[in-house]
């Protein structure tokens, strides 16, 4: 069925960028991601917590229900899994006991539940966003480390972008699928997702790196954000997405 317009939102590896000839920038992290679901015994209260280990990232992200967390840890070399994706209902003992280590005590006794997700983790980013009456967003525009979880914020700025862009244009009485149309789309975006993309990228390689001086570099800065409350709102602002040429929606205003 024809369309003035398709987005494609498949994912890193889409099947109509490919189809469209766009091509991408991409490189393996060589590290695998390791998600699993845990139970403990103290509420957590909301509070997340991302622990920056010698073997990479933990993450402890909060579920709804109060005494469950998504647990997300990165990986690299020999004790990685695999370098596919998968899953496994097993938990082996040492696997557990690594766990708990990582986990610590701060919410009582934990126990991971259910199956554990692996992935490898890489980075993506299209050449272009835009072609005959197609556009890219979301990962099928830019596949990030999750390392400071920024992938999911950018998709849902790029679909606010569109959709501006999109009403502005029906409101003229011009063809969404315009090429002009689309190049709006894709200037105002693709600066903002450059940015996020190599910052990711340059946290991922400094926090993976264990030299003396580059640890010292990240301990001192560290310290510095924790410290100074008017630079560590900074950083809180430029996670939250709150900085730079914002879309109407995500500032809570009706295009």
């Known amino acids: 069925m024809p369309a003035r317009l398709v987005a494609s939102a498949e994912g890193r590896?889409?099947?109509m960028r490919e189809e469209a000839g766009i091509?991408?920038?991409a490189w393996s992290y060589d590290q695998i991601a390791i998600v699993l679901v845990a139970?403990?015994?103290?509420?957590?209260?909301g509070v997340a917590q991302?622990?920056?280990?010698p073997g990479g990232p933990f993450a402890i992200l909060p579920m709804r229900d109060g005494q469950r967390a998504s647990i997300a840890r990165r990986?690299?070399?020999p004790s990685a899994p695999t370098s596919r994706a998968g899953c496994?209902?097993?938990?082996?003992?040492?696997?557990?006991?690594e766990f708990?280590?990582?986990f610590g005590d701060h919410l009582g006794q934990v126990e991971p539940t259910g199956p554990r997700w692996w992935f490898p983790l890489g980075l993506v980013h299209a050449e272009r966003y835009i072609d005959t009456r197609l556009v890219l967003v979301g990962d099928a525009a830019h596949g990030l480390h999750p390392i400071a979880g920024q992938g999911y914020n950018l998709g849902v700025r790029d679909i606010a972008a569109l959709v501006e862009v999109l009403i502005d244009t029906k409101r003229l009485g011009l063809d969404i699928g315009a090429a002009d149309t689309l190049e709006r789309y894709a200037r105002w975006r693709r600066a903002d997702n450059f940015t996020m993309v190599a910052a990711t990228d340059l946290l991922n390689r400094l926090f993976s790196n264990d030299i003396k001086p580059m640890r010292l570099v990240r301990d001192i800065g560290l310290a510095a954000v924790?410290?100074?409350p008017p630079l560590r709102r900074f950083f809180v602002r430029h996670a939250m997405g709150l900085v730079g040429d914002l879309p109407k929606l995500i500032r809570g205003e009706r295009p």
């Open 13 to 15: 590896f889409g099947a």
């Open 23 to 25: 091509g991408a920038r």
């Open 39 to 45: 139970h403990h015994e103290r509420p957590h209260r």
């Open 50 to 53: 991302e622990k920056f280990l």
């Open 75 to 77: 990986s690299s070399g």
């Open 88 to 97: 496994s209902s097993s938990m082996p003992p040492r696997f557990q006991a």
């Open 100 to 102: 708990a280590r990582r």
């Open 226 to 228: 924790n410290r100074v």
